[in-house]
């Protein structure tokens, strides 16, 4: 099987392959952050490694059987609305187009934001698909309306897919649209139960350097729940952080937080809050913007990863030592976001000494889950 991906990464596309025993034959990754190329390298073999899609001769590229592109999202020209190719350039989605129309590959796979879906008002996602199925192909089964004439033809399917449905316990959502240059019917793969729970991917003995310091616990303040507690019971709780908890001023009287700073129903899933510090814990830190989560051993779901983490975690745990709580509180270590998405510790360790801890946070954050490329590949494939 001839495979090409573009926004390569760390190449989830082809692990997941390799996972399923296919016989593959990587004709090229396209890669442009030299970091990620360079753990990209450590772990496929492309015959090709090209650092710019934009610059890439098309036509040297021999027809793929499969095409993986997990493009960004950005708006088109307002002064488009000419239709087709036009209507699409100066985004890195013409890019992708371009090669699909030169090299007409039997099947492609494009990933991206569930915001694609209402992004710029639903205009970006009306023109991809447009683009890709029109000229002759279907969305979803249906034939469109062909308004436009120079569009690629092919047979295209469009669902969300969470990566929690797919056996890694992260609450990831991103759509997926598959196409196939002939037609056929397709479903995507049925939501699995989720066995695996956050606490199996945790690291039983981590460094100190992924800890806290004691300056910034000491800024963590517990939340605790507010409901049936009396006026002066809550003007002794200080940065309670989600609805119905009020946060104390330097002044000693309390206020009722702006909804801003709570956490999400999805943050608090899972686990629960505690008064006295015996179970588990929720807290923000006053000025940094960090969440501090103490995860139960009823907790199953991480909050998705974001390439951003590596500056500002969204996530930071706790060693509880049995029951008993250290407030040791810590980062996810790069290892666990790996695993978080889906890779092997043998991956993870090749990758690890060529990067440091800042870009494999990062390519974490990037990354397709592996394991939905797994699920999505054996309902392509039939396996």
């Known amino acids: ?32 952050d030299k970091f990620a190329r360079a753990s990209f390298n450590e772990l496929h073999n492309p015959t090709t490694m090209y650092e710019d899609i934009t610059t890439r001769n098309h036509s040297e590229v021999p027809q793929l059987d499969l095409y993986v592109a997990g ?31 030169e090299n007409q590959p039997k099947c492609f796979v494009l990933e991206n934001v569930k915001g ?13 698909t447009d683009v890709l199925t029109n000229g002759g192909g279907t969305l979803n089964g249906q034939i469109g309306l062909d308004s436009i004439y120079n569009g690629l033809g092919y047979h295209v399917y469009a669902q969300v897919l969470n990566s929690k449905d797919y056996g890694i316990p992260q609450n990831r959502e991103r759509i997926f649209l598959v196409g196939f240059k002939e037609f056929r019917e397709f479903r995507y793969p049925k939501k699995m139960e989720l066995k695996l729970r956050l606490k199996d991917l945790l690291q039983d003995n981590t460094e100190s350097k992924y800890f806290l310091s004691d300056k910034t616990i000491n800024r963590l303040s517990t939340a605790v729940r507010c409901n049936g507690f ?25 206020i009722e937080v702006d909804s801003k700073y709570y956490l999400s129903d999805k943050m608090t899933e899972g686990f629960t809050l505690s008064r006295n510090n015996n179970t588990d814990i929720v807290g923000d830190l006053n000025k940094g913007g960090e969440r ?15 390439a951003t983490d590596y500056k500002q975690p969204k996530q930071v745990l706790v060693n509880t030592n049995g029951v008993k709580i250290d407030k040791r509180i810590r980062r996810l270590t790069p290892l666990e976001c790996w695993r978080l998405q889906g890779y092997t510790d043998e991956q993870f360790n090749k990758a690890q000494k060529v990067n440091s801890d800042t870009q494999l946070y990062k390519q974490a954050g990037n990354s397709i889950t592996v394991d939905v490329m797994v699920e999505l590949f054996k309902k392509i494939y039939d396996i």
């Open 230 to 254: 009396t006026d002066k019971e809550k003007k002794n709780i200080s940065n309670c952080i989600v609805s119905g908890y009020y946060r104390t001023p330097t002044d000693g009287e309390y």
């Open 71 to 101: 493009f960004p999202c950005q708006s088109f020209s307002s002064a488009g609305k000419r239709g087709g190719f036009e209507d699409t350039r100066g985004t890195l989605f013409f890019n992708v187009a371009e090669f699909i129309k």
């Open 292 to 306: 501090g989560v103490v995860y139960s051993e009823d907790c199953s779901i991480m909050s998705c990863l974001t």
């Open 1 to 32: 099987m001839k495979i090409g991906t573009d926004f390569s990464g760390i190449g989830s596309p082809e692990s997941a392959l390799k996972r399923l025993g296919l016989d593959i034959d990587e004709v090229f990754a396209c890669e442009i």
């Open 116 to 128: 694609l879906l209402s992004h710029d008002n639903g205009r970006t996602y009306q023109t991809i």
